[in-house]
């Protein structure tokens, strides 16, 4: 029996391997193992890790790694703690394949591990671009020490093989997002206003802001542009938390001031992945930078209005409205999203470009194929 770990360390992240690492814990050839980490262990970040235990996986690890500080150096001091951690980690849970999402540093450190302990690692969403975060150079770093990937689209599999890559090691199974949607049992509008305590009953935002680590100097005036710009239209602004990376702190200062002042205005740690797509579902248009609204929102044919250089070099979708950091822009968009017939009437007509929903069971077929032999898996070779 193989057994596949699965290091999870965002509340986003485990929402796309969700199904991937339930087809996995109910294969009978595969044994699933599962490390969380990062923000999941946080109070502050909502404590994310009783959602898991909530959906029934067994967790064999908690790596508490967090360091709280303003000082960049915070996170490299995480990175530190989770290194020693996670290497104790693999000593005693001997892994067969690490399986990563994505390119955050929690991830970075877990493929370090491995590819150090010379165990084969299986990269889902490698391919993908943002150029104006550290994810990119994290992302691309984690390509060449994995030795399976699942990238998200066919376009981020030629890039993968661009970079070097042998094709055979390349297999396009989709985004996990469009999985997460069509296999999820919405909430009715009513639920949903029951259990967040709102009632949708005007124009509703749903927000996403996340740092953008290469711009981390222009944080405070970016959210600023962003409350001053959503303030100019009459509606329900629902905030969720951002990520734990250095300068969320100044986001999170910002907003919660925000919903103090507004009573329209509500702040949500963590939604969970039902709550939060079920709210998307009926949301006017999500605003921000989170690859949600590049990914997911599209399924659901929801306008989105993408801010800044974050998600830059990601593919796109009609639903997309790019707006740079000033009020002006963002307002535009915005009145674009929700008043223009025009843009609207061109959502019913989109096709989706990230698969149709079969990502994990694309996976697990690939992972129970898998030969384990070091020279044909771990001996890479440059696809020049």
């Known amino acids: ?161 661009k970079m070097g890559e042998e094709p055979w090691r390349v297999h396009n199974v989709g985004q996990a997002g469009v999985e997460s949607i069509k296999r999820l049992e919405f909430m009715s509008k009513s639920e949903l206003e029951s259990d967040l305590g709102i009632t949708l009953d005007k ?15 222009d944080t405070e005036e970016q959210v600023e542009n962003l409350l001053e710009s959503i303030s100019s239209f009459d509606a329900n602004y629902i905030f969720t938390y951002p990520n734990v990376d250095f300068g969320s702190d100044i986001i999170v200062k910002k907003l919660n001031r925000f919903v103090e002042k507004n009573d329209n205005a509500y702040m949500f740690y963590s939604l969970g992945q039902k709550r939060y797509l079920s709210l998307m579902k009926y949301v006017d248009v999500v605003i921000g930078n989170s690859s949600s609204g590049i990914i997911e929102a599209p399924i659901l044919r929801v306008p989105v209005v993408n801010i800044g250089d974050r998600q830059k070099g990601r593919l796109r979708n009609t639903n997309i409205i790019d707006a740079d950091y000033k009020k002006e822009s963002i307002e535009k968009a915005i009145e674009k999203a929700i008043f223009s017939s025009d843009f609207k009437s061109k959502l019913n007509s989109m096709k989706n470009i990230y698969g149709e929903g079969s990502t994990s069971t694309q996976i697990v077929d690939i992972l129970k194929k898998t030969n384990l032999n070091k020279k044909e898996l771990l001996y890479k070779k440059l696809n020049y």
């Open 1 to 161: 029996m193989k057994k596949i770990l699965v290091v999870t360390g965002t509340r986003a992240e485990y929402g796309l391997l969700y199904w991937t690492m339930k087809r996995i814990d109910e294969d009978k050839d595969l044994e699933l193992q599962l490390v969380v980490t990062g923000s999941h262990l946080v109070s502050d970040y909502g404590f994310t890790v009783n959602q898991i235990k909530s959906d029934g996986f067994k967790i064999d690890e908690e790596i508490d790694m967090i360091v709280s500080s303003g000082k960049k150096s915070a996170v490299v001091k995480s990175m530190g703690l989770e290194l020693i951690q996670m290497s104790q980690t693999f000593d005693r849970l001997k892994p067969d394949i690490l399986l990563i999402l994505g390119d955050r540093y929690e991830t970075f450190i877990a493929a370090t591990c491995a590819m150090i302990m010379n165990i084969p690692i299986a990269h889902m969403n490698g391919g993908e671009s943002t150029e104006g975060a550290l994810d990119e150079q994290i992302r691309h770093a984690i390509t060449k020490m994995a030795h399976i990937h699942f990238p998200g689209a066919w376009y981020y599999k030629e890039r993968i093989i």
């Open 203 to 217: 124009k509703t935002f749903l927000i996403t802001y996340h740092p953008v680590t290469l711009e981390i100097n």
